[in-house]
Each structure stands twice: as C-alpha cells, then as structure tokens.
C-alpha cells in the first residue's frame, strides 16, 4: 500500500480469456478462491495499489458472496433475505411481497390460494 496506510490487501493475478494477465482486487472480508478457480472482473482501481485496475466481482462463479452482509449486499453478492412474520392466523408468512392477496404465483404460471 501506498504511504501512509497499511494492510494486507486481497488481490489476485488473473489470467483473461484474451491471454492478458492482470491483478484483480477481491472485495470484503475473506474469500473462497483458489489456483484455477474462474472469476468475473470488473474496472475500477484501487487507491492504495499501484497497478491495481480491477475488482473481482462477488458471487458471480467461484467466487462466493459475503453470505453476513446486511449493508450493501449488492456490492458482495447477497440476496435479500426474507423477513418471516406471523400473522394473526397462527400463519408464518414473508412480509416481503411474495404474498399478494392471499394468492402464491409459481413459477411454472400456476395460481394457488
């Protein structure tokens, strides 16, 4: 790192599909990647690198994503989890918009409820 920080800084000699090599930054606290494990990159540098031009992107292919985030999770590729309530019926539902007039769409087009 540049001065005056200092911190062991995650990054990642990548290999591109156009015989390119570049160093990869890898985002947020830990990481899955091993020796030939396949990334998804983006732009962007990182200020206290030098010659750091690319992030790695979270939870696209091998890399995982911070399964802990609550703040900012598309930045670390987690999903929103959703928020079970009990409603007054004894019935635990999503209060999160998957139940719309008591009715359940599936995927496959079908209507229940």
């Known amino acids: 790192p540049k001065k005056p920080n200092s911190a062991l800084r995650k990054v ?4 591109l599909t156009n015989n390119y090599s570049v160093i990869c930054y890898i985002p947020g606290i830990g990481h899955n990647l091993q020796e030939h494990s396949i990334v998804l990159i983006r732009g962007g540098r990182v200020q206290d690198l030098p010659g750091v031009k690319y992030h790695i992107t979270r939870g696209k292919y091998d890399l995982l994503g911070i399964s802990s985030r609550k703040n900012s999770r598309s930045k670390y590729g987690n999903k929103k989890t959703p928020n079970l ?18 009715k359940e769409v599936l995927a496959s087009g079908s209507v229940f409820g």
């Open 85 to 102: 309530v009990e409603n007054g019926d004894g019935c635990i539902g999503c209060c999160c918009g998957t139940r719309r007039g008591g």
């Open 12 to 15: 990642a000699k990548v290999k």
